[in-house]
């Protein structure tokens, strides 16, 4: 989602066994190794907890991570923790809504998770079904049945390592109930759970403090709250400054690489945070050292060569599953298909371009709608020119969506359209991608213009009229209110659930393309002009 710090480790060019010894080695600290019958002893042994966060279906680091833990085994007490986003990001999850991500998590076997905001992409029935399939305690605080105001997943789990206890707390981020508004409501509008973002802090604290009372050695906190700043303004470091009692944090969400940050608690106490950046370009490791001593490093996945055989077994099986689905040739391509500007910023976020440009023009041109919008935030991954495959299509559209059609009038589209450009030249994830529109955004003033709608007779731009009402092709997550800030939450809806939108995608390039994307995508078509 967000940029990664500069902070991250660099070290590459190891060799395969060197590699993965020097890095157990250098992390555990441990008395030296000695060829005799007895190993290090349970009092002088180290725990690790090794951690990774916003995996996001990058499915061939799981190997990777079973294997640093058994060989961190031999000489520690380990654990495995995931701080969230697991289930959604690439096709390995929206072919199997999931499914496929549970089995491969089962067979390394994890010692305790928490939830991500994209846990809820398949919606909220699907992801309890999904984490009763979990052969792994979860905890998040701050998730409830409003109808029984239980909480369905544990408050902490409890771990004993050698006669040392951890106590493990999981919290989400409330800023979900925005954008996975669809996961958290009936279709009437009733809210059937909740994210407590008015009580979260109060929540995490009677945790923490249950754990003080039982008298656990630490306390770590599972956070999928990120780094950057919300509407909620709940953060990780707002978390830790108004808590008090947890030694770590280990974060997930912003997609940020922090190898060890200190942020002061309430009472002034230092709590250690660290987030592995995304899609397991590293494995956290927090090092507990007999004498109390803590510390978080990140391991770069190059550097772990080694991989645990039957994860690996698993991994084929899915990717041979998912080959049978994937492989299929759709189409080719002229053009490479981008969401990023040269500097790797997410541009379609915060301008057009030719990726948003397709996708709207499938929505608009497969319904039959004058208007085709998709938000920046649901076209995930760049598509390079030449044969593009099912699989491919899916990575650039991977979420649980549906194209609907809603009425819209003129004046509405001109608010909507306001708010939605109104933090650019700034990232965000419902900034509209158009077709059949053209406008101007004023980036001094928050403002847009000249908003004109395509004649289909003629082939021209006329002004939109405010009181005429106009046909809108989307995804339900923008018309129920999880994209577009709820604006069409209250639309007509025309058409529902039409097709998914990757559905929609390859049914526009197949039938109206007739499989082959030219050279008009190549470049971003000029639907949306950006001056101050």
């Known amino acids: 989602m967000m940029k990664t710090d500069n902070r991250t480790n660099k070290r590459t060019g190891l060799g395969s066994m ?28 180290n725990i690790v907890i090794l951690y990774e966060n916003d995996v996001h279906c990058a499915i061939d680091g799981y190997a990777h991570l079973a294997a640093l833990r ?16 697991f289930l959604q990001g690439a096709s390995a999850g929206a072919i199997s809504r999931g499914e496929y991500i549970v089995d491969i998590m089962n067979t390394v ?26 052969n792994a305690p979860v905890t998040c605080v701050n998730f409830v049945d409003r109808s029984t105001r239980q909480r369905p997943f544990a408050t902490t789990i409890v771990k004993n390592y050698g006669g040392t206890t951890i106590g493990f707390i999981g919290a989400v981020t409330p800023t979900a109930l925005a954008t996975e508004q669809y996961a958290f409501y009936d279709n009437a509008g009733n809210q059937l759970y909740d994210l407590c973002p008015d009580s ?6 009677q945790s923490v403090d249950k754990l003080r009372k039982q008298g656990v050695d630490y306390v770590v906190l599972l956070s999928h709250l990120g780094e950057i700043d919300n509407d ?25 690489a922090i190898p060890s940050d200190t942020v002061l608690s309430r009472d002034g ?20 050292t007999p004498g109390r001593h803590l510390s978080t490093q990140l391991l770069p996945l190059a550097t772990i060569p080694q991989t645990k055989p039957n994860v690996v077994q698993t991994t084929d099986s899915v990717k041979h599953l998912l080959e049978a689905i994937t492989s299929r040739v759709v189409c080719e391509s002229e053009a490479s298909l981008s969401i990023h500007d040269p500097s790797g910023r997410q541009m379609v976020r915060y301008a057009e371009t030719n990726a948003g440009d397709i996708v709207a023009d499938a929505y608009r041109i497969t319904t039959g709608a ?75 003033t928050h403002t847009i213009s000249d908003l004109r709608i395509l004649d289909p007779a003629t082939g021209n731009y006329q002004p939109v009229r405010p009181d005429a009402t106009y046909t809108l092709a989307t995804i339900d997550y923008c ?20 097709a998914a939108y990757c559905e929609c995608l390859v049914k526009y390039i197949t039938q109206h393309l007739d499989g082959h994307i030219g050279k008009e995508y190549i470049s971003p078509a000029g639907r949306i002009t950006i001056t101050e």
Do not use: W
């Open 18 to 45: 060197m590699a993965l010894m020097t890095i157990i080695a250098a992390s555990l600290t441990i008395s030296s190794c000695k060829t005799t019958s007895k190993l290090v002893t349970q009092q002088s042994r």
């Open 70 to 85: 058994d060989a961190v085994a031999d000489t520690a007490f380990v654990a495995v923790v995931s701080n969230g986003d």
């Open 109 to 134: 076997g994890y010692d305790a998770i928490t939830l991500g905001n994209h846990e809820f992409d398949y919606k909220t029935p699907r992801m309890l079904q999904l984490m009763q399939r979990l």
């Open 200 to 205: 979260i802090y109060i929540l995490v604290q």
């Open 232 to 256: 909620m303004h709940i953060t990780s470091h707002t978390l830790i400054a108004n808590t008090t009692g947890i030694d770590v944090l280990l974060d997930g969400h912003s997609h940020s």
């Open 269 to 288: 106490h230092p709590v250690i945070i660290s987030q592995t950046g995304t899609k397991f370009a590293n494995i956290g490791k927090l090092l507990i």
């Open 370 to 444: 004058q208007i085709g919008m998709s938000n920046g935030g649901g076209i995930r991954t760049t598509l390079k020119a030449g044969t593009l495959t099912y699989g491919d299509l899916i990575s650039l559209l991977p979420f649980d969506n549906n194209v609907c059609t809603v009425e819209i009038t003129g004046s509405q589209l001109t608010e909507l359209l306001t708010r939605c450009t109104s933090a650019t030249p700034m990232e965000n994830g419902d900034f509209p991608q158009v077709s059949g529109i053209e406008f101007t955004v004023h980036t001094s």
């Open 479 to 498: 018309i129920s209110g999880g994209g577009f800030y709820g604006i069409l939450k209250n639309n007509k809806i025309l058409s529902n659930n039409i």
